[in-house]
């Protein structure tokens, strides 16, 4: 292999990885992008049997403490409603939070309506399953009582609704404190002690997109380790001692338990398609701090600075969550997240610049080699070693380094993708506006602006970018290329491909100083040379 169609192996290797890692979304959509993932279930659950129906496999932290199998999927029974200015959380007969609708017009949904996002059919966060089987079906047969009043206003103040269960052997009280922020504290109390399971309830359900993107479920252990485990990916025999987060989460919501003082234990669940389900261990009298909403960073920061965590950005979260915290802090000066995408790419091709200049140049001086190294090529194309060396000697004459465009390429590719999930899945995004025809950069550009800017961008790099094509399928790949982008980038967030596109702007304003730079060198050069 000829040591300069390394760079061009790289370039054809970034454009195939962006293609299999976003493309592949479009072309195979999960199943949740078709269909609703309440009516999935309903489905699912009208086709099972009764048996099936009830009885998911056992999550346990030890073999004698299994989670009980029954439990109900739903009930349209409201026995209590809080309400704030930003939301308003029902709780159901079993003590559940049967559902929390957002009220802030960024959430609503394409018909004007209040978004949920809970799952009308999976199972709610506060639900308690017993160890003990007979307890257990009692339970979920007995409706909870509220001792209190049956709507509550946490606008101005934290409130409590107090709910009570009477067993036959077993008094279960919950005191759930509700406060403006979506967090809350529950405590438990049982007139005897009992071991029981407790869980902050399925994955939300409100984002129905088809961007490959992180849903499951994420736990923070004692070491803070941070696991995802996701959709399809559970199971069924995972704990985890003395976890700090236990978080159920989609692409912008959470419902999450935390503990950062003394922990909790915590167990998976592998219900329908391998998906994940939490359980935290209790017994008898115990208390959770829990929280349930959006995974906005400032409202979780105000809570406790590590809850933070809980906001989770797939394979690139160890470089994707420093990107978001400086996207932040230019957002909080420029007041705009438009122009604070276009801040943000600015800065980092000026960090990258130092290194994109040196590829650059090499690939000046590899172009111009071009017709020496295809005589090199037809004299020794039968003896590769001596081709090679030929090469190398070729390289040393004319200061040229075949693997000079190597390192910025690759310092690229983790940096897209750590901003393509930044942008990708950020909530603050949502209903963010930037000027004239875009009020939203977590959807696609209505006019198709940005994509086609960005393709047409793309065309004119590749046009004054110079280029010692071989291999006629890699030169036809790469003429593509921007016709490819533009029609995979058309249907993504307006965000990202205001990124692609300021990133495009300034790689052609940096191509033509190269172009400049590199004539002004060789003139230098030759008037040098010739004055000897």
């Known amino acids: 292999m000829e040591q300069p169609d390394l760079q061009k192996r790289l370039l054809l290797a970034l454009v195939l990885s962006f293609i299999v890692f976003i493309g592949y979304s479009y072309l ?4 949740a992008s078709v269909k609703t993932e309440q009516t999935q279930t309903a489905e699912k659950t009208s086709k099972a049997s009764p048996e099936e129906k009830n009885t998911p496999a056992s999550p346990s932290l030890s073999s004698t403490n299994e989670v009980a199998k029954d439990a109900p999927q739903s009930t349209t029974t409201v026995i209590a409603t809080i309400k704030s200015d930003d939301f308003i959380i029902t709780v159901d007969e079993f003590g559940r939070l049967a559902q929390m609708e957002l009220l802030k017009a960024k959430y609503r949904t394409e018909d004007g309506k209040n978004l949920r996002i809970l799952g ?4 709610k966060p506060l639900e308690l399953r017993f160890s003990d089987t007979k307890i257990n079906e009692e339970a979920f047969a007995t409706p909870y009582q509220n001792h209190g009043p049956a709507e509550v206003d946490v606008t101005t103040g934290a409130k409590t609704v107090t709910l009570v269960q009477n067993l036959s052997t077993l008094t279960v009280t919950k005191k759930i404190t509700f406060k403006r922020s979506g967090q809350y504290k529950i405590d438990i109390s049982t007139s005897a002690a009992t071991p029981y399971f407790i869980t902050p309830g399925y994955r939300p359900v409100a984002d129905q997109t088809i961007y490959m993107l992180v849903r499951g479920a994420l736990v923070k252990g004692a070491d803070n380790v941070i696991t995802t485990i996701e959709d399809g990916d559970a199971e069924g025999h995972e704990t985890f001692k003395n976890a700090t987060i236990a978080s159920a989460f989609d692409r912008y919501y959470a419902s999450l338990f935390y503990n950062f003082e003394k922990g909790m234990d915590v167990s998976v669940l592998k219900v329908a398609e391998g998906n994940p389900l939490l359980f935290a261990k209790a017994d008898g009298d115990t208390s959770f701090t829990g929280y349930i909403g959006a995974k906005e960073y400032k409202v979780l920061h105000a809570i ?5 965590d809980a906001i989770e950005f797939g394979w690139f979260t160890f470089l994707a969550t420093p990107f978001f915290k400086v996207l932040l802090w230019i957002n909080d000066y420029v007041g705009n997240w438009g122009w604070a995408i276009i801040i943000f790419t600015i800065l980092i091709k000026m960090i990258l610049f130092p290194l994109s200049y040196k590829g650059m140049m090499s690939m000046q001086k590899l172009k111009d080699l071009a017709p020496k190294m295809k005589e090199l090529k037809e004299k020794y194309g039968k003896d590769p070693a001596k081709m090679n060396a030929q090469m190398m000697e070729l390289y040393s004459k004319h200061g040229a380094n075949p693997m000079g465009g190597c390192l910025p390429l690759l310092l690229q590719i983790p940096v897209f993708f750590a901003l393509y999930r930044v942008l990708l899945n950020a909530d603050e995004l949502q209903g963010a506006e930037w000027i004239f025809w875009i009020n ?16 047409v961008t793309m065309w004119y790099q590749q046009k004054i970018t110079p280029a010692n094509f071989t291999d006629p399928m890699q030169e036809k790949i790469f003429k593509w290329f921007p016709v490819i982008m533009t029609v995979f980038f058309v249907y993504f ?5 205001l990124y692609w596109l300021i990133n495009n702007i300034f790689t052609i304003g940096q191509q033509y100083y190269i172009n400049h730079a590199y004539a002004k060198q060789k003139e230098m050069a030759k008037e040098a040379h010739s004055k000897k």
């Not at 009308?120 to 199972?123: G, I, K, M, T």
């Not at 406790?304 to 933070?308: A, F, G, I, Q």
């Open 440 to 455: 939203d950069l977590a959807v696609m550009d209505p006019y198709f602006i940005l994509p086609v800017l960005m393709g």
């Open 304 to 308: 406790n600075p590590e809850l933070t």
């Open 120 to 123: 009308n059919d999976q199972v």
């Open 493 to 497: 967030p307006s965000g990202l491909v």
């Open 28 to 31: 195979f959509p999960p199943q």
